[in-house]
C-alpha cells in the first residue's frame, strides 16, 4: 500500500523520496469549497491547506483600533495617548490592497516602538491554534496543513509602505533594523506558544521584502539573521519550517538554505522570477525542498490540458524524484480550469508512477 498524501509531503519536504511525486494544489483558490471540483482536489490530490491566524504578534493588544467603512475603502485608526494611526484598504470584486499605510516618517516609526508592548493574551494563542487543530483534524490524512506566519521583516513592511521601507532602509537602517529586533523578539515566544498546542507546519511569508525591494545585504540582516533563530524554535518541537519567497530567486538560494529551512516555494520561471528549475535543485538537493514552479494564473489557469501536462513532466525530471514538490505558486485565487489541470496532473503522476 502506498503512502497517504500527508505521508507523501512530509517525506518529499523533508528532502525525501515519496512513493510518488506529491502533486499539490495549495489552498482552494477561487474554487466553492463545498463543490464538487474543491471535494476532487482534497480527494486525488496532495492539498497544501492553510489554517490558523488571527493574531498579530508584532503588535497584539499595544494598540487600540477602531474601523469605518466608506465606499470602497476600509480605515482603520489606530489610537494611542500621544497620537492617532491611519491605514486605508482598498477593494474591488476580486481583490484589495492597502493604499495608505500607517508609518510615514521616522518620527512614526519611534513614537510606534515606544509604545509599551502587550503581547497576546492566553485566550488568542489557544483560539488560533484551535482553527489550526480543527483543520489539520478535517484532513487527515488527505493533505498537509500549516499555519502561516509573518517573519520579523513584516513589521515594517506592512507598516511602511514599500516606497517608504525603501527609503528608510537607505536614510536609517538603523531604524528598520530596530523594527525586525523588536518584532522577532515578540514572534519568537508567541511561535513557540502554538508549538506547545500542537501546530506542527509553518509556512514563513515575508523574505521577498528584502529580495525584491532591498537586495542582498537587507536580505541578510534582516530576513535571515532573525528567521535562522525562527527557524530553530520551530524545530526545536518538531515542526516543519516552510518558506515562502516570491521574485528573483537564484541569488538567494544559499542564504535561504543557511535559514535553515525545510522547503521553498515557489521558485518562480520567468518572466515572474529567474528560477532555473535545474540548477536549483543542483544547490538545494538534499538540504532544501523545491516546492513548485508552475504559476497557478498565468499557466495552470490558462495553459491546455496537454501543456500542462508537458510542463509537469519536464519539471519532475529536472527536480524530482526526492525534495520535490509539484505545485503552484500559492496565489490563491486560481479557478475551475487550473484546479481540473491539477488533477490532471495528480492522474499523469499515478498512472506513469513518477
Known amino acids: 500500500m502506498g503512502m497517504s498524501s500527508r505521508e507523501r509531503l512530509l517525506s518529499s519536504l523533508h528532502c525525501g523520496t515519496p512513493d510518488r511525486i506529491p502533486v499539490s494544489p495549495q489552498g482552494l483558490g477561487r474554487l466553492d469549497p463545498n463543490g464538487n471540483i ?44 500621544k497620537f492617532e494611526l491611519r491605514r486605508v484598504t482598498r477593494s474591488t470584486e476580486k481583490t484589495s490592497a492597502c493604499v495608505e499605510f500607517p508609518l510615514k516618517t521616522r518620527e512614526d516609526v519611534e513614537m510606534l516602538l515606544e509604545i509599551p508592548y502587550i503581547p497576546p493574551r492566553e485566550e488568542q494563542i489557544e483560539e488560533a491554534a484551535r482553527r489550526f487543530i480543527e483543520t489539520k483534524d478535517w484532513l487527515g490524512d488527505r493533505g498537509l496543513c500549516m499555519y502561516g506566519i509573518g517573519d520579523a521583516i513584516c513589521f515594517p513592511a506592512t507598516w511602511l509602505s514599500p516606497e517608504d521601507l525603501c527609503i528608510m532602509w537607505h536614510d536609517f537602517p538603523e531604524l528598520i533594523l530596530e523594527m525586525v529586533e523588536v518584532a522577532n523578539k515578540r514572534l519568537l515566544p508567541f511561535v513557540e506558544e502554538l508549538c506547545k498546542r500542537g501546530v506542527d507546519a509553518f509556512r514563513i511569508v515575508g523574505g521577498e521584502y528584502a529580495s525584491v525591494q532591498l537586495g542582498p545585504k537587507a536580505f541578510d540582516l534582516l530576513v535571515k539573521v532573525p528567521d535562522k533563530e525562527l527557524v530553530k524554535v520551530i524545530h526545536s ?112 503522476v499515478r498512472k506513469e508512477g513518477f
Open 38 to 81: 474543491a471535494h476532487r482536489l482534497v480527494e486525488e490530490t496532495d492539498i497544501i491547506i492553510y489554517s490558523g491566524g488571527g493574531v498579530d504578534p508584532f503588535i497584539a493588544n499595544s494598540i487600540r483600533s477602531r474601523t469605518i467603512t466608506e465606499g470602497s475603502s476600509t480605515i482603520t485608526l489606530y489610537s494611542t495617548p
Open 237 to 348: 518541537f518538531g515542526a516543519l519550517a516552510y518558506f515562502h519567497n516570491h521574485g528573483p530567486i537564484m541569488q538567494y538560494l544559499e542564504p535561504i538554505a543557511e535559514i535553515g529551512v525545510d522547503a521553498l516555494d515557489p521558485l518562480e520561471a520567468p518572466p515572474w522570477g529567474d528560477c532555473d528549475i535545474g540548477e536549483a535543485k543542483r544547490i538545494l538537493k538534499g538540504r532544501v525542498c523545491i516546492v513548485g514552479n508552475l504559476d497557478d494564473m498565468e499557466v495552470l489557469d490558462k495553459r491546455s490540458r496537454d501543456e500542462v501536462l508537458g510542463m509537469g513532466k519536464e519539471l519532475i525530471e529536472k527536480a524530482g524524484p526526492d525534495g520535490f514538490v509539484l505545485s503552484g505558486t500559492a496565489s490563491g485565487i486560481y479557478g475551475e480550469r487550473a484546479a481540473l489541470n491539477f488533477l490532471a496532473l495528480a492522474e499523469l
